[in-house]
Structure formats: C-alpha cells, structure tokens
C-alpha cells in the first residue's frame, strides 16, 4: 500500500467529522435564527426590515461567487435578519426584481459601493422609490476605518512590509466622475497612510485621475521604490485585475469576505434604522 492510499484512508474519518460538524453548525444557525423571531412568552417577535445588499454587478463570475459568500457571512452575524442580493445591472437578481419581491414590507438598501457616486445618489435611490417595499438607503461602505482594516490585511497577505523610507501604496478604486467619490477615496487613502505611516496615493481605473500607473510614477519620484497596489475593490473583476497587474511590487487581493466587510455591511443598516428613529422621534406630535 502506498503512503499516498494510507493518508487518504486516514483522513477520511476527520473528513467525515469536519462535515458532520459543518451541518451542525448550519443547524444551529439556523435554529437561533428561528428562535430569535420569539419572545419570552411565546409570541412571535416582528421581523425586522430586510437587508438588502445592492452590489454593482459584473460579467466576471468571480465577482458574483465573492458577493454571494459575503452575504452568507452577513447572514451568520445577524440571524433571523432576512438578508437579500440586487444588483444594479449586469447580474441576477437586479435591484427591482428584489424589491418587487418583498411587497409592502420594510427594507433597508446597504449599496455594495465603496464611495458616494451616480450610483449611490441617482440610480439606488430611483429603483427605491419605485418599489412597492417601504425603504430606506444606507451610505456607501466608505470611507470607514473597517475597511482599512480589511485593507491592511490584504496588504500583509500579499507580503507588504514597511520600510519608512522606500515603501508607499497606491490606493487603487474603480474611479467616478463625481467629486464627492474622489472624495472619499481620497480620505481612505489619508486613514491607510495613518495605518501604515507611509504615503498612500488614491488612483482609478476609469474617470478619474490618476491612473494607477501615474501614481506609481509619482512615488517613486519621492524616492520611494517598493510601491504596493491596494485594491480598494470589493471583489474580482475587470477593474481589479488591471489595477493589480500594474503593480511594479505587491498587489493585495479585493476586499471580498473579510470579516471588517460584513461587519461594515451591518453597521450602515443599524446605522440607517438609527437615522429612520432619530428623525421619527424630532418630528412634532401632532395637535388634534
């Protein structure tokens, strides 16, 4: 018998434990899940508003799978939260198909976005306000320190380490015409540099200025030479791939399933629940 046949025999029974434990564990998620919808005495609790996460979409499969899983992370933090996918073009379910899905009920819109732009302002807020759901839109994912958080992992998983005085980042986002997303691409890059005590230059792949490859220019014109590309993406795709190709050093890997991101991904929907509460209770009671 070869080693090769006794080690896959003896994995097996460890293969056997790790998937028993794995339903297990989506066994109990899934109870807490129910149970949460109950209350001491027995009556069942109001479900809460849905989430619903609106991710941009993409023809690269990739992106999709990441958004997907990130959604079943979100889902493991919160249970008993019904959580949804829409998508704004290119992927299934789109945006409108999700709501229309809901009917009447409550829902909160978390953009899968990493800036202000048209499509936070204009294109969410419109599909919204057409749907038979009661909904509300969350900010943007960013800027947010969680997201440096998941940026700097990134960065140590690609093999980033610091050298004060050669070493910098280029921030590397999708790019938007409107001034407020460079913005706040520009105030993440300010909070990663904090992070990593080195410059961090924001750069786009489209509509915007610079280019990847022209902030590489710039740092290494400020004598700085071993340049990392972070990509400021939340997942695979077009964009990301050509941001990390133009790496003259490292590239780190899109935010994607990071803890920080589904932790974000719940902060801006208690955070518009908490908007919603705040500005019910200063309106004026009405006098009869």
Known sequence: MTATSKTSKSDAPRDHLDSTAHLMNRISSQLASQLSLVSLDGSR????????????????????????????????????????????????????DTLASLGNAEAVLVPLLLSRGYHVKRDIPEMAAAAPART????????????????????????????????????????????????????????????????VIPAYASAARPTVQEAVHALTARGRRHIAVASYFTAPGYFATQCAQAAPWIASAPLGTHPAMARLVLH???????????????????VP
């Open 45 to 96: 609790r109001p479900e809460p508003p849905a989430l619903v996460v609106v991710a941009h979409g993409s023809r690269d499969p990739r992106t999709l799978r990441t958004v997907t899983a990130l959604l079943d992370r979100v889902r493991e933090l919160r249970p008993g939260l019904p959580v949804h996918l829409g998508h704004i073009e290119l992927n299934e379910p789109l945006l409108p």
């Open 268 to 286: 801006r929907y208690d955070q518009a629940l908490a908007t919603q509460a705040a500005a019910s209770h200063r309106q004026p009671a009405l």
């Open 136 to 199: 509300r839109v969350a900010a943007a994912l960013g800027p947010h320190p969680l997201l440096v958080d998941a940026l700097h992992d990134r960065l140590v998983d690609a093999g980033w380490r610091k050298d004060a005085q050669r070493t910098g980042v280029v921030l590397a986002a999708a790019g938007s015409r409107d001034p407020q997303s460079a913005t706040d691409t520009g105030r993440t890059a300010q909070l990663l540099a904090d992070r990593l005590g080195v410059p």
